[in-house]
Structures are given as C-alpha cells and as structure tokens.
C-alpha cells in the first residue's frame, strides 16, 4: 500500500474519500494542533488535505464513494456519514436536509389509547352510576325492611331525624343514600326514643332494629321451618330468603346433615422453643350444629386450641375425630370456614365480588356461573348485605361500609363455600354492641341450619355470651370447663366461687379463670391449676364428657362426605382467569395508580429523551475502518450503554413502586385463600397475567416519548420489545421483595434494586473489566447487562460500513450481533424472579397457609 506524498496534504475540506482510487489511497496528514486537539476530544476538523477524507455532514449523503456532497431530500433523512437518504416514516417532518427521522406515528397511537382509554373511564363510570342507582333503588323497593314495613316505618318515622324525617315522608326511602349503612342508620334510632309499642312485633332491642335475614332466624327459631305460616310479608321474605339458602347448602353438600362433629382427645402440643406444653391433656366433644365459645386469658391456648380442629396446627400429639372418624383433619380443609381476626377483604372490591369470588372458587366444579351468583345473592340477603352489596369494601384506614359489615363480608366469604363447619377468630372484637350482636345473632341462625360455628371470644358482652351454646374454657393450655353456657355458673358456683348479684357471669367466669379467682372464693384454692385439676379428675376421659354422643357415620355416609369434599373448587385454570379477571377489575378500581404509572412512563420517557436531544441519535464515534484509522477521532464507546442505563433506571423508577403494590399488599389474602384452598399457582399466575396490559402501555408511553426525542439508531419495535422485557424484569423483581419485606419498606427497596440492576450494565466498569474479576457472572444475571448489550448490537450494527466495531465490542466487552439472545436473557431473567416469588411466596411462611 503506497502513502501519498507529503505535498498532496495540502487544505482543503471534502467529502469521504473524493480523490481515493487504487492509486490514490487516502492519506494522513500531520494535522494542525487545533484540528489534533479537537480529535482527541472526539470532535472532528476540516480535511488535512486533498487526500485526507472526512465523514459526510449530517444532513448531507455522499454517494459515489463519497465524491459528491448531496443535501437529504425531502422525505429522508441522512445522519452523519450516510452514503445514501433513509427514507422518513409516513407520517414525520422530513424537510430537506433533515438529520433524523422524528417519527410521530407512535405518539398518534399513544394520543389515541390515551383518549380511549379516558373516554372508557368516563363511560364506565357514568353507566355504573346508573346501573347502581338503578339496583339500588330496586334492591330497597323489594327487600329493605324499611320500605317493606310501612307500618314500622310510620311508628317510628317521628322519632327519626335527617333523611327519615320532613316533608317528603312518603318519599323518604328513595332518597337514601346508595352507600348507607343500616348500622348506623338503625342505631341512630335511640332506644329511647322508640315508641316499643306491641305494633313493632319483630323488633329486637338488643340490636336495635327490626332483624331479617340470618338474625331474625336466630331470633324466631320457628321461622325456618318450611310448614311455618307467612305472618306477615317481611317474614315471608326472610323465610324464603333463608329456605333459598339451606337449599343452596343441602345441594352443595349432597349430604342430609351440614355440620361436623369434633372429638378430641389427650391433645398435647409442646414445641421445642417453649419452655412449657402450649395444649395438655386436652379432651372433649364439640357436637355439630351448635354455637361454641372457646375462652381462656390471653395465652391460654384459645387460637392454637382452634388450630388443632382446623387441621391448621402440627407437632400435635393426642386423637381428633371428624364425625367419629380419626384420622388427618387436613383432607376436610375445603369443607371448613376460618373468620380471621382481621377481616381480610380486598378494599377495590364490592362487597358482592368479594364474596363472589370465595364462592367461584369453592364451590363444587359442577355449579353454573348464574347458580353460584343466585347463591350469593340469596346469602348477601340473609347477611343483610344487600343494600350494600354494589358498595366497595374499602379498608380500615378508608372505610366504605361499617366495621360490623366488613365482618359480615368475612363471614360471607367463607359462608359462599358452604362449610359444613366455621371457625372464627374474635370476631366481636372492635365492634359496637350493636353491630356485636348483629354478628351473634347471625352464627347462631347458622348454627340452628346445623353448621357447627366454634367462635373464639375474649370478654363477651352478657347478651354476647348468653348468645353461646356451649363453652370450652382453656387455662394454661388445659380444659377447665367444657359444657353448656347455662350450667357454667352453677359449676363454678358448685366449686365455691360466688358470683355477686346483678354481675355479668362472663366477667366473673373470666376473672377466676385469669387467676383472679380470690375475689369470688375467700377460702379454699382459688388457682387456676385447682380448676384444671379438678376437671381433669371429674373427666378423665373425652367420652366422661359427652357420654351421649352420636356413632360415628356410617359407611354411605363417609362416601357421600368424600365426594362432596372431592368436588369442591374449581379447576386450577378456571381459578387462574378468576384471579385474572379480579386482578384486572383491582386495578381498574385502583386507575388513579395506572394512570400515574403512565404518566410516569411517558415523563421519564420525555426527560431522557430530551437529555439525547443534542446528539441527534449520533451516539457513537469509533476507529474508522481500514485504511481511515490514523484519521479516527477520540473514541466514543460508552454513550451506547450510558443510554440504555437511563433507560434501566427510569424503567426501574417507574415500574418498581406499582410492582411491589400489586404483587405485595395482598399476602394476607394470599394466606387466607391459600389456607381456605384455593389453588396458590392460579393466584399468582391471575396477578402475572393482569400485569401485562399495564406494563405494555406504561412502556408504550415511555418508549415513544423516548425515542421521539432521542433518535438512535436502534429501531422502534427493537427498542419497544426490549424495554418492554426490562419492565417485566422490574415487575418481577418488584414481587420477590414484596415476599421478603413489609409492605411499608417494599417500593423502596425495589426502587433501590432497581437502581442496583440498572448500574449492572457493563457500562462502567466495562464488562471486559469485569471479566478479569471473574465477576461477569454477577453483571450477566443482571437485565441491566442484557438490555445495555441489546442497544449496543442495535445501535452499532448499522455503523458496522463506518467503524471498526469489532474493536468498540472487545473494548466494551459485550457481545454483538446477539439482539434475540439479549431479549431471550430478559425474557428468562423476569421468568425466573417471578418463579422465585412464587416459591418464596408459597414456602416462606408455610403455618400461615395451612
Ligand atoms: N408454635 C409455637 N411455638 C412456641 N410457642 C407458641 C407456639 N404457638 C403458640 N405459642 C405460645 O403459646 C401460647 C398460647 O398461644 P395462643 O395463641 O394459642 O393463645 P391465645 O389463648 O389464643 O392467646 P390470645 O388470646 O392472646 O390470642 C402463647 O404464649 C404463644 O406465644
């Protein structure tokens, strides 16, 4: 190869390469000191000389081996060096001597969702306006008490203010509100102020209002009866709202008899860490269709006692029998309810879709959608929750419905199931005496229908307490009394503790078992271990307790019990659109936090964008191929990866905080539903699925902002599918730490992984550094890495006729031309934290699940 002489470096300024040929090869010219220092700075400087060739000017193509200087037409667009015009996308502003191709299709697309999905917003709201006034107002026509019992309603319109009250008296009805809440409507009605005249038939003072549904059952025994006569039409309603609901249960159950008996015996639970047996000794018989209390102080063993019958507890030693057979009680999980505590409802939904979706879910496979829905409503009547049904739930913190609603909501949700047995835990507690004795009434019906309901109560009220059937009373993990709720008085009474006159027997009761029992008995022992020994020698064994206890069922009996546990819940994938569907209809509620992540999007898409405005998509300088390398400019490697880690970390802001939000604030109800038996992998796999959309438009805002402004090399689908990948790594990484942290601490320990795997790019240090750590490993498990490496190809390859890009990859260390395998790693990266989510979502707190 023969270098020009000298003298052909003379100035001038030309295109590429204009006099190169076989015999005029470009040459290198000593260039002056301004022109050197501008390229070691990376910028560039007229032609040296003749032979010396330059990039073609952005703007400008150079075709003919760069001999001629063309200005871009009209229509196309030339970057720096084009050889020739790239035509503009259809519908973007190309005048002549455009540098880039400002595309506006994408932003038409986004401009057009962004309004359609408002305009859907709007719709929605104002038809659900309408639809709910109109339920509503047919709802109270045909079943509020108040509007079906004028009579009611006149005797004691005058003594109610607000709404009941004034010159629309014989509108006033219609004029209430959708949201209203009978417990405070009702319970404004004073009891003083009631004119309790025998007209009121029907009213209950302790409840303070005219009862339907479950509670008046509990009240009028006979009622349930199908031969009771129809006395008047409230009752007739309730009666067929009940006998709709026992015919609901005896096809659920295909069995003749709904509850379940427990006998337990020798029941002993002493783990490890505690220095003392948490159960001892425990034996007794719960007959079904009862209503038990289970009392004892605070650390007597009440909730562990619960667990033992609900199959919920292991390491327990002793015999428990489910209708007289022993064996595990874990395999009649689908045909038991547990009321937790906390009532643990999802707050986006309505009362009825939170009951609906319990009852889809576990009610036997063979129901069609309308009988599930026709079974729900009749129980939305029997709890009462009619008028309120199309209300959200809404959360302590932001109540929609009253505390003692939101119970019966949880009640209702297992109730949907139709179980043959309903365990709760407190549930009067943080409840006023109304709303208390609204939910007594309401398990006492349920336990007339032949449910067995097993409460645990701390410090009933005396109406509370003398609503129980029965009562087991634990002291120190051990039986003190076990029997009706009458004949616990005189049993104490019998073992010299006097209960003084006018008090309430369930706070004596409680004091003595707390170990406060000097108060009551002068002399003689008063210890808490007097009275479990005392039982423990009047009742040695489960049968001294209940000698009339029933036989075990028979054979027949047993498999029709089998099949009927068989056939509850839905298939997996059937759970799995349930799940999708709620997941949806969540966040459409929640359309505040969707609509921010999009504005989000689009904002950080709009900000880093603006920030490449400058360099016009020209984000890279390498060596010039061969011959043109002494010519080169200073090197530009890391602009690329600079890019795509702004992009990683405004995806990781956006995405990280309403990732942790969908996946993380539900692990209570993931437990609940998990423990009542609902298929964990449909759960997850809905919430998965119901991203999608939300992450596809939130990327779409943000990719079309970005690329507007930016104009890299990289094309729009390219740059789409691999931000779109990132978003479901943020999202998928946003669900493992919500199974690790407290709600509280989730966003902002995603934001700063986010921001950990998003600076894991192989920008800085370079991935070829990194390689002599060994540490490639670490960067390579990171999308960062994946998603610099696939701006990297996209943006390089099509410079590939210009630089040396062989020799940019090795200085950078990624590798080139893999764009498939960059999104594959993304694809896999995301699958696999949410695989991890699941594991650690389903393993890591395994007692809460049971
Ligand atoms: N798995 C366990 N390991 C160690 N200790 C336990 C375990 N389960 C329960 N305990 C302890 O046993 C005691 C009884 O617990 P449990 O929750 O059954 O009582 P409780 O009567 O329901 O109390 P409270 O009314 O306060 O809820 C408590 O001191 C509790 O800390």
């Known amino acids: ?11 001038g300024a030309l295109p590429w390469g204009p006099n190169n040929n076989e015999t005029m090869l470009p040459a290198y010219c000593q260039p002056e000191p301004a022109c050197l220092i501008a390229r070691l700075h990376g910028g560039s400087c007229v032609a040296q000389g003749v032979l010396e060739p330059v990039l073609c000017e952005s703007g400008f193509y150079c075709p003919e081996n760069g001999r001629k200087k063309i200005p871009c037409p009209e229509g196309s667009y030339c970057r720096k060096g084009s050889v020739e ?9 190309c005048p002549k001597g455009s540098e880039r191709d400002m595309s506006l299709i994408p932003l038409g697309i986004v401009i ?19 639809v709910i006034r109109r339920i509503n107002r047919k709802d109270h026509r045909v079943h509020h008490p108040l509007k079906r019992s004028p009579t009611f309603y006149k005797t004691i319109g005058g003594s109610i203010s607000g709404k009941f009250h004034g010159k629309n008296e014989g509108k006033q009805y219609e004029e209430l509100d959708d949201e209203v809440d009978t417990d405070v409507i009702y319970g404004s009605v004073g009891p003083d102020a009631m004119p309790l005249s025998p007209s009121l038939d029907g009213y209950d003072r302790q409840l303070r209002r005219h009862p339907i549904g479950f509670e008046a059952m509990a009240l009028k025994e006979d009622m349930f009866s199908v031969a009771a006569p129809m006395d008047d039409d409230n009752n007739a309603a309730d009666r067929t709202d009940l006998q709709r609901f026992v015919q609901s249960l005896s096809k659920i159950m295909g069995a003749s008899t709904f509850g379940l008996s427990f006998e337990f015996q020798d029941l002993r639970f002493h783990p490890k860490k505690s220095p003392r047996p948490i159960l001892q000794d425990v034996s007794g018989f719960i007959h079904a269709g009862s209503l038990w209390g289970v009392m004892g102080a605070s650390g007597a063993g009440k909730s ?39 009532d643990i409802v999802l707050p986006e939904l309505t009362v009825r879709e939170n009951i609906l979706h319990s009852a889809r879910v576990r009610l036997p496979v063979s129901w069609k959608d309308d009988e599930i829905q026709h079974h729900v409503d009749v129980l939305l009547n029997c709890l009462q929750l009619d008028h309120v049904k199309n209300s959200l739930v809404g959360s302590p913190g932001a109540p929609v419905i009253s505390g003692g609603q939101r119970k019966r909501v949880s009640i209702g949700m297992e109730l949907a199931a139709a179980p043959m047995a309903l365990f709760l835990d407190e549930p009067t507690s943080g409840l006023d005496a109304t709303a208390a004795a ?6 006492k019906a349920l336990s007339r229908l032949g449910m067995t309901v097993i409460t645990v109560i701390h410090q009933p009220r005396p109406e509370i307490f003398e609503s129980l059937d029965s009562l087991v009373l634990l002291g120190a993990g051990r039986m003190i009394y076990q029997g009706p709720e009458e004949g616990v008085q005189s049993y104490f009474q019998n073992l010299g503790y006097n209960f003084p006159a006018h008090s309430n027997t369930a706070d004596v009761m409680g004091d003595i078992i707390a170990g406060e029992g000097r108060l009551y008995k002068p002399i003689g022992d008063a210890t808490v271990k007097g009275l479990i020994d005392y039982w423990a020698m009047a009742h040695p064994s489960a049968a001294s307790i209940n000698p009339d206890r029933r036989p075990p069922i028979s054979i027949a009996e047993t498999a029709v019990l089998s099949n009927t546990i068989k056939e509850r819940g839905a298939q997996w994938y059937r759970q799995l659109y349930f799940c999708f569907n709620r997941s949806l209809l969540q966040q459409y509620r929640m359309k505040s936090s969707f609509f921010f992540e999009l504005g989000v999007g689009a904002m950080s898409g709009f900000l880093i964008g603006l920030a490449q405005l400058n360099s016009k998509g020209d984000n890279f300088t390498g060596i010039f191929i061969e011959p043109y390398q002494l010519i080169s400019s200073a090197t530009i490697y890391s602009k690329i990866p600079q890019m795509s880690l702004l992009v990683g970390l405004a995806i990781g802001l956006t995405a990280s905080a309403p990732g942790v939000k969908i996946f993380g604030e539900e692990k209570l109800v993931f437990w609940r539903e998990a423990a009542a038996g609902h298929n ?15 992450m596809v438009l939130a990327n779409l805002h943000f990719t079309t902002l970005f690329m507007l402004l930016s104009t890299p090399q990289i094309s729009y689908m390219h740059s789409f599918a691999a931000n779109l990948l990132y978003f479901y790594c ?38 070829d550094k990194v390689r002599t750590w060994h540490m490639e490993w670490l960067w390579r498990s990171s999308p960062g890495t994946w998603l610099a490496e696939a701006y990297f190809t996209e943006n390089l390859m099509p410079l590939k006729y210009l630089y040396d890009i062989e020799v940019a990859r090795k200085s950078m260390g990624y590798w080139l031309d893999g764009y498939a395998r960059d999104c594959g790693m993304l694809l896999f990266l995301g699958t696999a934290y949410r695989v991890i989510a699941f594991v650690g979502l389903r393993f890591m707190y395994p007692t809460k699940q049971r």
């Open 680 to 694: 964990r992998f449909s759960y997850y796999m809905g919430k998965v699925f119901s991203t999608i959309p939300r």
């Open 438 to 443: 609204s939910i007594m009434a309401t398990l």
């Open 112 to 130: 057009v969702i962004d309004a359609l999905l408002i305009t859907m917003v709007i719709v929605l709201k104002v038809r659900g306006f309408f």
């Open 1 to 11: 190869m023969v270098v020009p002489p000298p003298k052909a470096c003379i100035s």
């Open 85 to 93: 015009p790239i035509k503009c996308s259809a519908v973007s502003n």
């Open 304 to 342: 562990t006692f619960v667990n033992v019958l609900m199959g919920k507890q292991s390491g327990i030693t002793g015999i428990t029998k489910v209708n007289g057979i022993a064996g595990d009680i874990k395999k009649y999980k689908k045909i038991i309810g547990y009321v937790p505590q906390d």
């Open 730 to 767: 943020i999202y998928g990484l946003a669900s493992c730490v919500s199974m690790v942290t407290r709600r509280e601490d989730g966003p902002l320990l995603a934001v700063m992984l986010s921001l950990i795997v998003g600076v894991l790019n192989g920008m800085s240090p370079t991935l």
